[in-house]
């Protein structure tokens, strides 16, 4: 966190010629513009006619303002029930991790017991393991216990993860041990030291975790395409492959609406919440 | 063990349980698990039938293997290679960025592909790359280069779907790299600049040097992640032509999910496992020798 707020060296360090920093900047924008054409092309593509999707040369600004393709994604399809699938999966989730994550960080960071640093070791040498090789066993366990193609099978395996108690622990950490001292002079015993001290101040923290968490369900698409089958129990990415099918491939504009609208939750919560995601990714990339 | 610390290893533990749990059940046990399957034949709907050796025989014996471990690795290579080496030089060029709004536009750009949806995306890159209507080819044709077979020819495949991966997370790399560059305590150039170092010197000396743990980081996680790719050759190219885009966990799921060959897609899998936790550990070794903390 202290991170971002340091000066930075090479500003600071002496400079030659503005007219150089100006051409970088100048070239970075550029590059950044590049990056965003996918968007942009997306974007007025969902408002056009489908039979114009293709026509060359490309129309960068939308040429028309058709909502129809976006009315018939939400009325052809059940759009609205794949945004409500991936919230509710999603939320679950987030809940969840933040929950269990939390409890095992604390552990981690701050309690004292025999084997601990072996058993972190052993933790967080799952984050080795591809997810594909224990989805075929899960998959197996799921059916048996009934829940294939249920909401369940993508949530109970998700609230636990390595990463969000990798990432906690590296937040707590960073809490004066202080605070705690007095309460425990106080009497408070860990739980309440957890959820009255710890917690509390580990706001930010927590936040960037269920951004994370949160933003990863909702982009999911491996494990709803192996769990759930029924078209009304999918999740968005999911439901908007299978819809590339069942609208046909000619109808680029819907495609491209239904895609559109999986992208804006995302666009807002990146505006909004921009700090916490880079503030989360550099304490784990830096400081781990 | 005094009672004080009986207690707080008691507590510990208990905070630990729900996670331990998790663990045990999702990840120890289904990875204990697949070991077993991968020496039966599982079709879900019969009860398993042992098959000893048998899937491994077939592991090493199948045709189509190298082939798609091949692409998987090509995949795993550029795509680590460019997100790191674009990666850092986006950021060093960032930090002479002139102004706090130019700052964030460049920021926010680059980053933003991060947070969506490979899946999505897959689906809009499937229109930019079409042959004869995609704006890739269009403006490349306007630069005077003929149109590329993105998706249906064997040689651009692969090609495209590492473009892919590296447009979409190349901003999370960046924003490591410009962190790591801002965590550099500014004596060491203040030294080296006593030192009579020029602006080249103090970035091979001072800068390069500091960034190698972020580097590291950048490096063991895009392998990890990089060879479980799916989402977008599965959307792109369905592995086509022929085999010339499938990827390793492609296979385990066609083996597994469309042919119900469960034994021999744990099989594949261990393989997988195996050849990442070697790369991994490889890594850690090799960090020793070029990884500098301070």
Known sequence: MTALAAPDPIRTAPTRGRLFDWTLTAMLVLGGVLMMIPFVWMFSTSWRLAKDSFSLPPQWLPTAWRFENYHEVLTGIPFVAFVLNSLKVSILITLGQVVTCSMAAYAFARLRFPGRDLLFLVFLSQLMVPQQVTIIPIFILIRVLGLLDTHWALIIPAVFSAFGTFLLRQFFLTIPVELEDAARVDGAGYLRTFLQIILPLAGPGLSTLAIFVFNFYWNEFFRPLLFISTWEKMTLPLGLTVMRGYLGVGNVAAIMAGVSMGILPVLIVFLLAQRYLIEGITLTGIKG | ?294
């Open chain 2, 1 to 294: 063990m005094n009672p004080t610390r009986l207690r707080e290893t008691l507590a510990a533990y208990a905070f630990l349980a729900p996670v331990i749990v998790g663990f045990v059940l999702f990840v120890l046990g289904p990875a204990l698990a697949a070991i077993g399957f991968s020496f039966y034949n599982y079709d879900v709907l019969t009860p398993p039938k042992f098959a000893g050796w048998a899937n491994y025989r077939r592991f090493f014996h199948d045709p189509r293997l190298p082939l798609i471990y091949w692409n998987t690795v090509v995949y795993v290579f550029w795509y680590v290679t460019l997100t790191t080496v674009i990666g850092l030089a986006l950021a060093v060029a960032a930090t002479r960025t002139m102004h706090a709004l130019w700052r964030y536009v460049i920021r926010t750009s680059y980053f933003f592909p991060v947070l969506t949806s490979l899946a999505s995306v897959s689906l809009v890159w499937q229109y930019l790359y079409s042959t004869d209507f995609g704006i890739i080819n269009y403006y490349l044709g306007v630069l005077g280069v003929q149109r590329i077979p993105w998706l249906t020819s064997s040689q651009w495949a692969i090609i495209s779907i590492i473009l892919l991966g590296v447009w979409k997370n190349l901003g999370f790399n960046f924003i490591l790299f410009v962190a790591g560059l801002q965590s550099i305590p500014r004596h060491l150039y203040e030294a080296a600049e006593i030192d009579g170092a020029g602006r080249w010197a103090s970035f091979r000396y001072v800068t390069l040097p500091s960034l190698t743990p972020v580097t590291f980081f950048v490096i063991v996680w895009g392998l990890i992640n990089a060879f479980q790719i799916f989402d977008s050759p599965f959307i792109l190219t369905t592995g086509g032509p022929g085999d010339a885009s499938r990827t390793v966990v492609m296979y385990i799921y066609e083996s597994g999910f469309r042919f119900f060959q469960m034994g021999y897609a744990s099989t594949v899998a261990l393989s997988l496992f195996i050849i990442v936790v070697v790369l991994t550990l490889i890594q850690f070794r090799l960090s020793r020798i070029w990884v500098f903390y301070q």
